[in-house]
T-cell receptor
Framework: KQEVTQIPAALSVPEGENLVLNCSFT??????LQWFRQDPGKGLTSLLL?????REQTSGRLNASLDKSSGRSTLYIAASQPGDSATYLC??????????????FGQGTTLQVKP | DTGVSQNPRHKITKRGQNVTFRCDPI?????LYWYRQTLGQGPEFLTY????????KSRLLSDRFSAERPKGSFSTLEIQRTEQGDSAMYLC???????????????FGPGTRLTVL
């Protein structure tokens, strides 16, 4: 059974710091891995998607890496800003019994960037 | 592309009542997913549709839950005889899956927050 774990559960940093969020998964048989941002009480915004054949993806100040063999992904945020404060969720896409393509999520890392 | 929409955004109900949520996916998307998210947790898969066919249901989906996607367009999720443990955010996502390609991206709606008193 696929399990996704995110460490740390919460993180508080001063503005301007570079930071890394960690995600690990137990089964390397994934189609892709996706990082989402969720603001309090809101839906999910996709940040980056890494296909299983890829090693990393970049968007602006965000860089996500994927090491499928070790079951790990990291989300690197450069020069953090107060507007980055949110919960960051990692999810892996799995096939399932009927090739569902469902996402298995971690519990999230809640980030606070202090001005 | 107007994105995935969900209605209502918030629902407060009393224990024992029935509730129904609606999800309108991105128009050409053939797959539609329902997830449930409780406070402090990541979303958990409930069920999904390929066009109008419901192809998988999670064990989380008790007999009180039913989902439909008539004509492969919008979907509804109904909860009968609600319980306090049903209080959660219900998220809908849609994607366009091409034959044999499982790399489709799921786009999420804003969610419906259910509170059962």
């Amino acid at each position: 059974k696929q399990e996704v774990t995110q460490i740390p559960a919460a993180l508080s940093v001063p503005e301007g710091e570079n930071l890394v969020l960690n995600c690990s998964f137990t089964d390397s048989a994934i189609y892709n891995l996706q990082w989402f941002r969720q603001d309090p009480g809101k839906g999910l915004t996709s940040l980056l998607l890494i296909q299983s054949s890829q090693r990393e993806q970049t968007s602006g100040r965000l860089n996500a890496s994927l090491d499928k063999s070790s079951g790990r992904s990291t989300l690197y945020i450069a020069a953090s800003q107060p507007g980055d404060s949110a919960t960051y969720l990692c999810a892996v896409k799995v096939g399932g019994s009927s090739n569902t393509g469902k996402l298995i999520f971690g519990q999230g890392t809640t980030l606070q960037v202090k001005p | 592309d107007t994105g995935v929409s969900q209605n209502p955004r918030h629902k407060i109900t009393k224990r024992g009542q029935n509730v129904t949520f609606r999800c309108d996916p991105i128009s050409e998307h053939n797959r539609l997913y329902w997830y449930r998210q409780t406070l402090g947790q990541g979303p958990e898969f409930l069920t999904y549709f390929q066009n109008e066919a419901q192809l998988e249901k999670s064990r989380l989906l008790s007999d009180r839950f039913s989902a439909e996607r008539p004509k492969g367009s919008f979907s509804t999720l109904e909860i009968q005889r609600t319980e306090q443990g049903d209080s959660a955010m219900y998220l809908c996502a849609s994607s366009l899956m091409r034959r044999g390609d499982f790399t489709d991206t799921q786009y999420f709606g804003p969610g419906t927050r259910l509170t059962v008193l």
